[in-house]
């Protein structure tokens, strides 16, 4: 009798182990060929243009050329920033200038965390500050920091896959 319990309890154990293994084949063919990925949001410029964005006195130059399936950018920078503790903004000088035909989007990073990030700078574009800095463990004084430069399609808005980093000193009052 504890014979056929044994041949019975292994029966039912083969045949849960088999709809588990079906269950998870089902699920893995379903996630390889049927799911449709959903699109990452850092992929793809941010939506607004940033509120600080002014548009660059005079730009009225002519585009650069690009190759196709590429872009060609031009910037114009200080390597000086300086960043208000009690308002938390960076006062800075970047520019998209209107030959650029790729919008950017300008991050300011200390220590390798990113502090502030523009919305959207198309070209023609400049920014004299970033607002909502995180000031969180700084102290006045002077860091080196970078500004990251995330560049995208002007029509499509999908992200290029080169970034630009520039060195700055940031000072914080």
Do not use: H
């Amino acid at each position: 009798m504890n014979e056929t319990k044994k041949k019975r309890r292994n029966k039912i154990l083969i045949i849960l182990l088999l709809i588990i293994t079906i269950a998870a084949i089902g699920v893995s063919i379903w996630a390889i060929w049927f799911r449709t990925p959903a699109a990452n949001p850092a992929d793809y410029a941010p939506q607004q243009v940033d509120q600080n964005a002014e548009p660059i006195d005079g730009d009225d130059g002519d585009k650069l050329e690009q190759p196709e399936g590429g872009g060609a950018v031009s910037l114009t920078y200080s390597k000086e920033v300086t960043l208000d503790l009690a308002a938390k903004e960076a006062a800075i000088l970047f520019q998209n200038p209107s030959k650029s035909n790729q919008d950017m989007a300008l991050q300011l990073v200390i220590y390798g965390k990113v502090i502030a990030q523009s919305e959207k700078l198309p070209p023609g574009y400049k920014l004299n500050k970033l607002t909502g800095v995180d000031t969180d463990k700084l102290t006045v004084g002077a860091y080196e920091g970078k500004f990251v430069i995330l560049y995208y399609n002007a029509d499509s808005g999908e992200k290029a896959i080169i970034n630009t980093e520039i060195p700055v000193t940031i000072t914080v009052k």
